[in-house]
């Protein structure tokens, strides 16, 4: 799996100063890249419950055509 454009293109940095001029804020929160999807995915524990990750950026269809398969 690929990392997301906006996350390795520096785009946030944008959408973060837009997002703080909307809120009449002269302070930009500090942003940090940790690891991808993947690597967060495989340190969780097993989980009985379905996760789901979203991206919308990459998204390939509208979350209302998402079909769970589950392995066993």
Not at 26 to 43: F, M, N, Q, W, Y
Not at 48 to 71: K, W
């Amino acid at each position: 799996m690929s990392r997301a454009p906006f996350g390795s293109s520096g785009e946030w940095r944008r959408h973060l100063l837009a997002g703080a001029a909307q809120a009449f804020d002269t302070r930009l929160p500090d942003v940090t890249h940790g690891k991808s999807l993947d690597e967060i995915l495989a340190s969780l524990p097993a989980a009985t419950t379905t996760r789901v990750a979203l991206d919308n950026y990459e998204a390939t269809g509208p979350l209302s055509q998402f079909h769970a398969i589950r392995e066993n």
